[in-house]
């Protein structure tokens, strides 16, 4: 029988706890955490346990868990990791449904046998576990501050998920000074069964969380994550920090979590789609949360700067074009509404420049302009320090009309820059949670999160794209090359598959001898490209096995012998299965097609520019599947080279309709033949528009998985 997992509200909503390894020195672990419990005020049940018995902090200490004579929703364990499994053991006698493991020393040193053991018994029982190798958890739902971080956490709704613990602890510390109030902070260390996906399932229908913040190294269930965040997005800002950019990066964070930290750019191209904000810095995800945390969605796209200096309003276009802020440009209507505070030699163009004469009245007047005009649906403010107005009425000044801007509902920044009375100002406006810049890009980064966050909330569910293609002749080529003992399609199989999912190719076939490739080529009509096939040479090109323009029969019977005896030259023991002889494909521009089931992230899908150079552009875009039409489209944009698609220098548009359907056909084997592991059609070239595609190679990898594909 199946029992299902307990809920997992009650580790932000327990009604008791019990601490496993309290000590009564003020010291330790376990006695930070009880006492930061009893500090923030949780009114649930307490339970300090200890086998030396023993008392602290006015509690009794049990010396099992099991003297507990009530229920327990969670156990905090913070003991040893040789004492672990028997403290679950312990938990599991006395139905506990929540185990938070402090306790290091498992999978981050290597010691995945015992963490694996701990979580086999836990599952057996129905218990989760958050964890090993964490800090604790807070929720202000219920005031629980089971960490041995900071006891001073202000309470608010921003909700922090952090695979750091001491990153975690210090951010913490971090939200206090910027004045950010939490909701929650959950350290999730190894992530040996509660990772973001959970959790993020949780918050989402949490009224105390309005912004979640995540700091990730390492990717599990990465299919699963995917499909909650395109949920989670559509309800709630999400916004993610994750270490492992640079390659020494990625080693750093394998080493530091026992996790794998994938490849980047499939991560920042999947977090786009999924509608998440990925933040540069720990600073710039925390401005992000507390400006996203005070101010509204604005109602549409435009947004408008007001400046008393044009330098700064320079920067400041410069910024709205990296942030992908659009700037509203209607010069007619912007000289009506900002004409009499622009002094004659301002400007009312955006940036509307009020000049450094403008005063306190001046810039009330603009910004209550921009402020009544519901065309324009957000303000970004800058101000130079000059001698028309002191640090008293900047404050006043300020302060005024983020109150009437908060009032009808429409997001504003300031960036404001000098010296000393600026600098007061800003220490003043701080404090009370008013979004006043010292940089402009920090306060332009700002606005273009939260457009962001509109885009993503107003984009209308799209249907996942599929293909018909003829899965139970794929699936008897699988057999037939797995019965063969390989993992992968040798170029006529290949060409099977094609056929199998309508997508193109060139004519052709595979030959054993010099006469069968004559006759072949002789069939096809010249000029022909002949091609090594073995199950030994993945990469033809490197080991000599490729060759183009055989015009004629004496090149095919020339070029025969020189395949052959480069493979054997450079992989002296390949097995040569034989020749493939195919169409010279007519020249057009050429794409690569990919599809993966990743290790971090699930099925992927990958386009960009093809041939021979890919590896060296590595001009290519990625995204998750499934995905629906308009994200391939989008994912088709996204590479450099798409005006070449466009047609460039009197050249014709090419058939991107084609590549759409190609796409589609892609998705759907990957999708629908679980045995597939890796598609990679290369090159693939595409015609002028209304001409088609054709695929020019294919390379399949399959994995020996008995189950059946959905037909």
Not at 256 to 278: E, N, W, Y
Not at 390 to 419: A, R, W
Not at 595 to 624: C, H, P, Q, S
Request: hydrophobic fraction near 40%; aromatic fraction near 6%.
């Amino acid at each position: 029988m199946i029992v299902e997992k307990p809920d997992i509200k009650y580790l932000f909503e327990p009604e008791s706890v019990a601490v496993i390894g309290v000590s009564q020195e003020p010291g330790k672990i376990g006695y930070k955490i009880l006492e930061n419990m009893l500090y923030v005020g949780f009114k649930g049940d307490i339970y300090p346990v200890n086998p030396k018995g023993g008392h602290a902090l006015g509690y009794d200490i049990l010396k099992s868990i099991e003297e507990v004579e009530g229920e327990v929703d969670v156990a905090v364990i913070a003991i040893p990791a040789r004492f672990v499994y028997d403290a679950v053991v312990s938990c599991a006698k006395k139905n506990v449904k929540m185990l938070a493991i402090i306790s290091s020393g498992f999978s981050e040193i290597g010691n995945l046998e015992e963490e694996q053991r701990v979580l086999n018994y836990a599952r057996a029982h129905n218990m989760r576990i958050l964890g090993p190798n964490i800090f604790g958890h807070y929720s202000s739902k219920v005031a629980l501050n089971a960490t041995f971080g900071p006891r001073d956490i202000a309470e608010g709704n921003v909700a922090i998920i952090t695979q750091s613990g001491a990153l975690g602890i210090a951010m913490i510390g971090k939200t206090a000074v910027q004045n950010i109030g939490l909701s929650s902070i959950i350290s999730v260390g190894n992530k040996t069964d509660i990772n973001e996906a959970d959790l993020l399932e949780y918050l989402i229908t949490q009224d105390e969380t309005k912004i979640i913040l995540m700091y990730i190294e390492g990717i599990q269930e990465g299919e699963r994550l995917v499909k909650v965040l395109k949920h989670a997005t559509k309800i709630k800002p999400v916004i993610v920090i994750k270490s492992g950019r640079s390659k020494r990066g990625a080693v750093a964070a394998a080493s530091h979590t026992g996790s794998l930290a994938g490849s980047d750019k499939v991560f920042d191209a999947i977090m786009r789609q999924c509608g998440v904000l990925r933040a540069e810095s720990i600073q710039e995800a925390l401005e992000w949360s507390k400006f996203l945390s005070h101010s509204n969605v604005p109602k549409g796209p435009n947004g408008i700067i007001i400046t008393n200096g044009g330098g700064v309003g320079v920067m400041a276009t410069d910024a709205c074009e990296k942030y992908d802020i659009k700037l509203y440009d209607d010069q007619d209507k912007l000289k009506e509404t900002f004409e009499s505070v622009a002094h004659g030699f301002g400007s009312t163009k955006n940036p509307v420049d009020i000049t450094g004469e403008a005063s306190k009245a001046d810039y009330v007047k603009a910004l209550k302009e921009a402020l009544v005009d519901d065309s324009i649906h957000c303000v970004m403010a800058l101000y130079c320090e000059t001698a028309m107005m002191d640090s008293q009425e900047l404050t006043e000044m300020i302060d005024e009309m983020y109150e009437q801007y908060q009032t009808k509902g429409k997001p504003i920044t300031f960036s404001v820059f000098g010296g000393e009375l600026t600098e007061t100002a800003i220490s003043v406006l701080h404090k009370k949670n008013v979004p006043v810049y010292r940089d402009v890009y920090d306060g332009v980064s700002c606005m273009g999160a939260i457009q962001s966050i509109r885009k993503v909330q107003s984009i209308e569910e799209a249907e996942p794209v599929t293909a018909e293609i003829d899965v139970a002749a794929i699936n008897q080529i699988i057999d037939d090359a797995l019965a063969d003992g390989r993992t992968f399609l040798l170029a006529e199989e290949g060409q099977g598959l094609l056929n199998a999912a309508s997508l193109p190719g060139p004519r052709g076939g595979v030959v054993q001898s010099v006469e069968a490739a004559v006759k072949l080529a002789d069939d096809i009509g010249y000029p022909v490209v002949m091609k090594v096939v073995s199950r030994n040479i993945l990469h033809k090109s490197d080991a000599g096995g490729v060759l183009l323009d055989l015009d004629n029969s004496e090149e095919v019977i020339d070029g025969y012998q020189t395949i052959i005896h480069s493979c054997k030259a450079n992989v002296p023991d390949a097995i040569i299965d034989g020749i493939e002889v195919v169409e010279q494909i007519t020249a057009g521009t050429e794409v690569i097609l990919g599809a993966r089931r990743d290790a971090n992230f699930g099925t992927t899908i990958m386009f960009g520019l093809g041939g021979i150079y890919v590896e060296v552009m590595k001009d290519v875009a990625f995204r998750a599947v499934p995905l629906s039409n308009r994200e391939l489209r989008s994912m088709i944009k996204e590479i450099r080279s798409y005006p070449l698609l466009l047609g460039v220098r009197g050249e014709a548009r090419k058939d991107i309709e084609s590549i759409i359907t190609a796409l589609e056909k892609v998705v759907s084997l990957i999708s629908k033949v679980p045995r597939i592991t890796d598609i990679e059609i290369n090159p693939m070239v595409v015609y002028e528009q209304g001409s088609g595609a054709r695929a020019v190679d294919i390379r399949v990898l399959l994995s020996d998985d008995k189950k059946d594909s959905p037909q």
